[in-house]
C-alpha cells in the first residue's frame, strides 16, 4: 500500500464545560480508584486484568463469580470472565424487578404517524417472560438459533430479549434487506423459528413485510413463523404462521431466566465482507454485557435521570448495543422511533427531542449533513434546550458537519462524542470522554483498556499520514469468533503480530488524535450502512442480460458514499435506459432498496489483474477524475479508456 495523503489538517480545538467534567461517570470512577488524570486511567487501564475486573463489579451481577478475568491461552480466541454463570437479561431486566426502576419508563415509543406510547421496564419483563415461554412452547431452547425479520417497534427488543431469556441465540435481519438477503442468513445460521411483522410505515408508505418474509422462508428449514400484527394489512396466514398476540395471550409472565456460561452465544449478527458470503458475528453474555454497559455509562455519561436516544436501528450492531441492551442494563429511559428522520416535516427529529425531552442524542453523520442541507430555519422552531450531550456513528464525520451539529443543535455547549467501532468490536472503542478536548472530525483515541495504532503496510506504527487501524488490546465485548467459519476468524482479522485489523483506514496527528478516513476494504459505507462490493456485484451478475460488474464508491454529501456501478452486458444484449432502472431494481430485490446502484454505466471492459481480479482501485480513481497509480499488474491497459468514455458520455 502506498503512503495515504493527509489532505485534512484541523486545528480547531473545544474543551468541555468544568461542571460536566467534574460531575461525569468516568471521573467519578477514576476518584473512587485515587485516579488523578486522564493520562493515568490510560496507564493504569493496560493492566487488563486489573482494570476489568474493577470496571465489572459497578456494571453486572454474575450468578456465579467468574475465575479469572481474562483466558488468552488460545490466540486469538479469548474467553472473558470464564467459568462465571450469568445471562444479560438479568441485568437489563430480571435485577430491576421489585425496585423503583420497574415503574420507570423504559421505552418511549413513537409511530411514523405520530402514534406515542410508552412501556415501564415492568411491562418489558411481563412480554419478554410470554413470548419467551411461547417459544418454549414451540420447543426452542438454548443454544436454537432464531431469526428476527421486524421494524422499529418495541416487540423487536422484545423478541431479543425473549431468546436471550431461554438461551436461544437472536440473528436480527435489517428489515431493508430483500428476501433473499434473509433467507442467506437463515440458511447460514440454521435458525428453525422466523419472527416478524405484518408490515410497517415509511416515508408514509406501508412496507409489506411478512411478504418479503413468505417468501424467504421456501428452501430454509424454519419451522414457525410468528407474525406480529403491526401494520395491520391483511396477509395469507401460511401452514406454519402463527400469530403473536394469539401466541403469547395465555402464557404466564413470569419465566424462569436460563443460566449460562459467560461465554455462552447470545447472538450471531451478519455484517458485509469483501468476498464472498457474509460473516456471522458472534457476541456472548458475559463479556458483551460488561462492555456496552461500561462505555454507554462512561462515553455518554447516563444519569439515571437522562432521556437516552439512540437515532439507529436495532437491525444494526448500535442498535443491539445501544438501543436494547446497555440502556436497559443502565436503567435509563430510551426514545424508540419507526420511522424516517424528515418526514413528514424536515424538523421531525428535532420536534421528537422537544416533545420527549431528550437530553443526550446520538445519530449517523447521514443525518446530519441530510439536515444540514434542509436549511437551518427547520433546527430553529423546536427547544433544543434539553440536550446536554451529542453523539455520531457509523462513519466518519467530516469537520464541517461536525461544526454544523455543535453550533447548530448543541449550541456550542453540548460536547460530541465521535465514535468509531464496528459490528466486530460490540461497543465503542475508538472515542472521546465527556472530559476530552475535542477536534472537529477526530474520533480522539482509544478508551481506557483499549489499545490501538496506525501501521504503514510494512507493519511498522506512522504517524501524520494514513495507515491501517489495529487494535492492539483484546477487550471484554470483541467478537468470539465467526458462526461456524473459526478458521476465517483467524485468517481475516488478526495479523502475525496479534493485532485485530479493523479494515479501516487512520492516521494519526502529532498530537495523538485518532482520525478515521473510511475502509481500507471494498466496502461501500452508504448511508452509515456497510455494504460488500462483491454483493451488489453479485446481484448485478446474476440479472440474465449482465456478464460481470464492477462497483465503487463515490463521496456522497448526504450519504458518505453513493454506488456506482460499470456493467458488462452479455453478447447482443442492447444498452437502453430502460435497462438501468431495472438493473437497479433487481439489486433491490437480491440485496435491498439501499443497495440499489446510483448510476450505472454501460462498458465492454473492466480493468483487471493478471490473475483476473477486476481493479475496483483504478475504477474509483478513474470515476473521481484522480490520478490511478500503478497499473504495472493490469493485464489489458486499454480498459481504462473504455471506463474514461463511459463516465463523459
Known amino acids: 500500500m502506498s503512503k495515504i495523503e493527509v489532505l485534512l489538517g484541523e486545528k480547531r480545538v473545544f474543551y468541555p464545560p468544568e461542571k460536566l467534567v467534574q460531575a461525569s461517570n468516568v471521573k467519578q470512577w477514576m476518584d473512587a480508584h485515587n485516579i488523578p488524570d486522564i493520562e493515568t486511567l490510560h496507564k493504569r487501564s493496560q493492566d487488563i486484568q486489573w482494570f476489568w475486573g474493577e470496571v465489572e463489579k459497578d456494571l453486572v451481577e454474575w450468578y456465579t463469580p467468574y475465575d479469572k478475568v481474562l483466558d488468552d491461552s488460545n490466540k486469538p480466541f479469548f474467553s472473558w470472565f470464564t467459568n462465571a454463570k450469568y445471562n444479560i437479561v438479568h441485568d437489563a431486566l430480571d435485577r430491576h424487578i421489585g425496585t423503583p426502576t420497574e415503574d420507570k419508563i423504559a421505552y418511549i415509543f413513537e409511530s411514523e404517524q405520530g402514534i406515542v406510547s410508552k412501556l415501564t421496564y415492568l411491562d418489558m419483563y411481563h412480554e419478554v417472560n410470554r413470548l419467551a415461554n411461547a417459544l418454549k412452547s414451540l420447543g426452542v431452547s438454548k443454544g436454537d438459533r432464531v431469526a428476527l425479520f421486524m421494524p422499529m417497534i418495541p416487540a423487536l427488543p422484545i423478541a431479543m430479549l425473549a431468546c436471550a431469556k431461554i438461551g436461544a441465540i437472536h440473528l436480527a435481519v435489517f428489515s431493508g434487506f430483500s428476501a433473499h438477503s434473509l433467507q442467506e442468513r437463515i440458511n447460514d445460521s440454521g435458525a428453525k423459528i422466523l419472527i416478524t411483522a405484518d408490515g410497517f410505515w415509511r416515508k408514509g408508505k406501508q412496507i409489506d413485510l411478512k411478504a418479503l418474509a413468505k417468501e424467504a422462508v421456501n428452501k430454509t428449514d424454519i419451522k414457525n413463523t410468528i407474525v406480529y400484527q403491526w401494520a395491520n394489512n391483511d396477509f395469507p396466514m401460511g401452514e406454519s404462521d402463527l400469530l403473536w398476540h394469539e401466541l403469547i395471550k395465555d402464557q404466564p409472565d413470569v419465566c424462569e431466566t436460563e443460566v449460562m456460561d459467560s461465554n455462552d452465544t447470545l447472538f450471531i449478527l451478519y455484517t458485509s465482507?469483501?468476498?464472498?458470503?457474509?460473516?456471522?458475528?458472534?457476541?456472548?453474555?458475559?463479556?458483551?454485557a460488561v462492555g456496552i454497559a461500561m462505555t454507554l455509562k462512561w462515553v455518554f455519561d447516563i444519569k439515571p435521570n437522562d432521556i437516552w436516544w439512540c437515532a439507529a436501528d436495532i437491525g444494526w450492531i448500535t442498535g443491539h448495543s445501544y438501543i436494547v441492551y446497555a440502556p436497559l442494563m443502565l436503567g435509563v429511559t430510551s426514545v424508540l422511533y419507526e420511522g424516517a428522520p424528515a418526514?413528514?416535516?424536515?424538523?421531525?427529529?428535532?420536534?421528537?427531542?422537544?416533545?420527549?425531552?431528550v437530553t443526550v442524542f446520538y445519530t449517523s453523520p447521514t443525518s446530519i449533513r441530510m439536515h444540514m442541507r434542509l436549511g437551518d430555519e427547520w433546527t430553529k422552531r423546536d427547544d433544543l434546550s434539553s440536550l446536554r450531550l451529542l453523539g455520531s456513528v457509523g462513519e466518519p464525520i467530516n469537520p464541517e458537519a461536525w461544526m454544523w451539529y455543535y453550533t447548530t443543535i448543541g449550541k456550542s455547549r453540548c460536547p460530541i462524542m465521535d465514535t468509531w467501532w464496528q459490528t466486530e468490536t460490540g461497543n465503542f472503542v475508538l472515542t472521546p470522554l465527556p472530559l476530552s478536548p475535542l477536534k472537529p472530525g477526530s474520533v480522539v483515541g482509544p478508551l481506557p483498556g483499549y489499545g490501538a495504532k496506525v501501521n504503514d503496510a510494512q507493519g511498522h506504527p506512522v504517524e501524520e499520514e494514513g495507515g491501517n487501524l489495529v487494535l492492539t488490546n483484546p477487550w471484554p465485548s470483541m467478537l468470539h469468533t465467526l458462526y461456524n467459519e473459526p478458521e476465517r476468524y483467524v485468517e481475516h482479522y488478526w495479523n502475525e503480530a496479534g493485532e485485530f485489523l479493523s479494515g479501516d483506514i487512520a492516521r494519526v496527528d502529532s498530537d495523538g488524535y485518532f482520525w478515521v478516513q473510511g475502509r481500507g476494504d471494498d466496502v461501500l459505507n452508504v448511508s452509515g450502512h456497510r455494504i460488500g462490493n462483491s454483493e451488489v456485484e453479485s446481484a448485478l451478475v446474476s440479472h440474465p442480460k449482465v456478464s460481470e460488474a464492477a462497483v465503487v464508491g463515490a463521496p456522497d454529501d448526504i450519504k458518505g458514499e453513493s454506488i456506482t456501478a460499470f456493467v458488462l452486458l452479455k453478447m447482443g444484449v442492447k444498452t437502453e435506459d430502460s435497462l438501468i432502472n431495472e438493473?437497479?431494481?433487481?439489486?433491490?430485490?437480491?440485496?435491498?432498496?439501499?443497495?440499489?446502484?446510483?448510476?450505472i454505466y454501460f462498458v465492454d471492459d473492466l480493468p483487471k489483474t493478471r490473475s483476473g481480479k477486476i481493479m475496483r482501485r483504478v475504477i474509483r480513481s478513474l470515476l473521481l477524475a484522480k490520478a490511478v497509480g500503478d497499473i504495472s499488474t493490469l493485464a489489458n491497459p486499454e480498459a481504462i479508456k473504455e471506463i474514461e468514455e463511459a463516465i463523459v458520455k
Request: proline share 8%.
Open 583 to 599: 438493473l437497479r431494481n433487481h439489486v433491490a430485490e437480491e440485496i435491498g432498496k439501499l443497495a440499489r446502484p446510483d448510476k
Open 343 to 357: 418526514y413528514p416535516k424536515p424538523n421531525r427529529i428535532w420536534e421528537m427531542i422537544a416533545r420527549h425531552n
Open 273 to 288: 465482507g469483501t468476498t464472498g458470503k457474509p460473516k456471522g458475528v458472534v457476541h456472548v453474555h458475559g463479556g458483551y
